[in-house]
């Protein structure tokens, strides 16, 4: 139940998000006091030594804001640890129902916001509008396997619309293509090849329409060319700051600590050069050999796991997304990519077996019993 409540809480105010988090986090650690080896999966010993070496170095360089967001991202990952190890066909049933629900929801909200004003980019119940974007990209995926798992559920349907005009009520181009790829890996791991080369000749015409007539099709159009150079400007400061440690990086949140002028932000808007940025070569070699090992579980277990195609698809739009932006530092938007990243259980099989004694797709219990 608090699984089911973390994840209504992803479309309420992020402060009102983390406190389910955290009190389900407690929760764990109070449960299974006499049995911590749920926070050490397969593979884990990559991911702890990456944290170690993510503290450590950001304790070295005193970018201690960065050391306090840096914990709760292993704080979220404990907790996906732990959803993981819990997840049964059931829980991943209603885990669908409540997201499609709320992105509904989400996108009534991003509609109102948007047509008093039209210039303005909605940010739903989020703070952000990178932060919704992505937050709808991502439950796009999910809600894509969805209707091949358990059939053309109308509500499916609406959500998934919801969810693309909650991507275009915020004005994020990056969504989109993360999207399309998302869905192609969900349909291309379940041998939907025929909707995959749908998709193909809807992008192609997609790609066309741009270069003919890019300001009706390209969000904000007006704008490219000064956020393009801004975004080069980001990257060039980012790589000077690698340059100047490139083993062990400086900590999470580097580029906000040292950014300055024009080229400030947050973060370097690239997820390899925040990589590179925080934790260096050494660092980031840790986190790529943990995720091609978590990769190739969850490729290997598609056949007895239709899951794994899911969370393949939230990777994939994840890395795209990756490639201008970094979206998913926060309290919804990691709450999103934990939930939607342990719908397959862990390393892509499950634990628990099915309540139901059916093995037919189309009888699971009906959502929230």
Request: glycine share 8%; proline share 4%.
């Amino acid at each position: 139940m608090l699984i089911l409540i973390c994840t209504a809480s992803i479309f309420l105010p992020f402060y009102l998000c983390a406190l389910p988090l955290f009190l389900l986090f407690i929760h764990i650690l109070l449960k299974n006091e006499n049995n911590l080896n749920i926070f050490t999966p397969q593979h884990s010993g990559w991911f702890y030594s990456f944290a170690t070496l993510g503290v450590a170095v950001g304790v070295i360089h005193q970018h201690l804001l960065g050391v306090f967001v840096f914990g709760f991202v292993i704080i979220m990952f404990l907790l996906s640890f732990y959803i993981q190890s819990i997840m049964t066909e059931d829980m991943r049933y209603n885990i669908i129902f409540i997201i499609a629900i709320g992105s509904i929801v989400a996108a009534i909200d991003s509609f109102i916001q948007k047509y008093p004003n039209t210039s303005f980019r909605s940010v739903s119940f989020f703070g952000n509008a990178d932060y919704y974007a992505y937050i709808c990209e991502l439950l796009t995926v999910v809600l894509v396997y969805a209707i091949y798992e358990y059939g053309p559920n109308p509500l499916y349907f609406a959500a998934i619309l919801a969810n693309l005009g909650g991507v275009l009520t915020s004005g994020c181009r990056t969504a989109w293509p993360a999207i399309f790829v998302g869905a192609v890996v969900v349909m291309a791991c379940l041998k939907k090849y025929r909707h995959v080369i749908i998709m193909a000749g809807v992008a192609a015409l997609t790609g066309i329409a741009i270069l003919l007539v890019p300001q009706f099709i390209f969000p904000r159009y007006g704008k490219f060319d000064n956020d393009k150079t801004l975004r080069l400007l980001i990257w060039k400061t980012a790589i000077g700051f690698i340059k100047t440690h490139p083993f062990f990086g400086q900590g999470m949140l580097t580029y906000l600590t040292l950014s300055v002028g024009r080229a400030h932000d947050a973060h370097a808007h690239d997820l390899l050069l925040e990589f590179l940025l925080n934790y260096g070569i050494v660092g980031t070699a840790i986190a790529a050999v943990y995720a091609v090992l978590l990769l190739r579980d969850l490729l290997k277990n598609i056949r007895i796991n239709t899951a794994c195609a899911a969370v393949l698809g939230v990777v994939a739009a994840t890395f795209i997304h990756g490639i201008t932006d970094l979206p998913f530092i926060g309290p919804q938007t990691g709450a999103t990519l934990v939930i939607t990243l342990s719908i397959a259980g862990i390393c892509g099989k499950y634990t628990k077996p099915k309540s139901e004694p059916t093995n037919q797709k189309n009888s699971i219990s009906s959502p929230l019993t």
